[in-house]
T-cell receptor, first 109, second 113 residues
């Protein structure tokens, strides 16, 4: 199956800092999705990207669809404590979905 | 309230004892799916269903069965659980092809001893 690798694996940041994380694949994706999983919950969709080069924002979150179609990036500006969680990239191939390995974010007040 | 429900939320069982984890959604979604989440591996798709009576294998289907007799329900069956199936399981649903916003259930933590 497809492999989606995310980096960094974990981040510990001070409240107010900006965050950047990325996701790379060995194969091309035509859609990139970013999910957030809070402790004890299922993942929730944050942003969906449908076109190479696309840049989409959702509040303080901005995601980009890499032009090679093999990568995607997520930025969080001015982090706050409620940003804590695991962030996953994901992409569909046909009717199957593949998720990345996740980036765990800890925000220190 | 639109939601995906899973039961049980926690389960401890022994090797070889058949079990079923139920999943139900109230959004009339065509697409339903099961994932397992393991540390460092992210979520991996076990099985998915495009509609009633249509199921397909995901990336890690070995040791699992599913059925889709009704649109709202998609149970996950472990006929003979083994310790390597100890994991956190999520059910999800979406509107189908092109509908990529999957709604996830709260998860079922399974321990097989």
């Amino acid at each position: 199956g497809q492999q989606l690798n995310q980096s960094p694996q974990s981040m510990f940041i001070q409240e107010g800092e900006d965050v950047s994380m990325n996701c790379t694949s060995s194969s091309i994706f035509n859609t990139w999705l970013w999910y957030k999983q809070e402790p004890g919950e299922g993942p929730v969709l944050l942003i969906a990207l449908y076109k190479a080069g696309e840049l989409t924002s959702n509040g303080r979150l901005t995601a980009q669809f890499g032009i090679t179609r093999k990568d995607s990036f997520l930025n969080i500006s001015a982090s706050i404590p409620s940003d804590v969680g695991i962030y996953f990239c994901a992409g569909p191939t046909g009717n199957q979905f593949y998720f990345g390995t996740g980036t765990s974010l800890t925000v220190i007040p | 309230e639109a939601q995906v429900t899973q039961n049980p939320r926690y389960l401890i069982t022994v090797t070889g004892k058949k079990l079923t984890v139920t999943c139900s959604q109230n959004m009339n979604h065509e697409y339903m799916s099961w994932y397992r989440q393991d540390p460092g591996l992210g979520l991996r798709q076990i099985y998915y269903s495009m509609n009633v009576e249509v199921t397909d294998k995901g990336d890690v289907p070995e040791g699992y069965k599913v059925s889709r007799k009704e649109k709202r329900n998609f149970p996950l069956i472990l006929e003979s659980p083994s310790p390597n199936q100890t994991s956190l399981y999520f059910c999800a649903s979406s509107t189908g092809t092109g509908g990529y916003e999957q709604y996830f259930g709260p998860g079922t933590r399974l321990t097989v001893t």
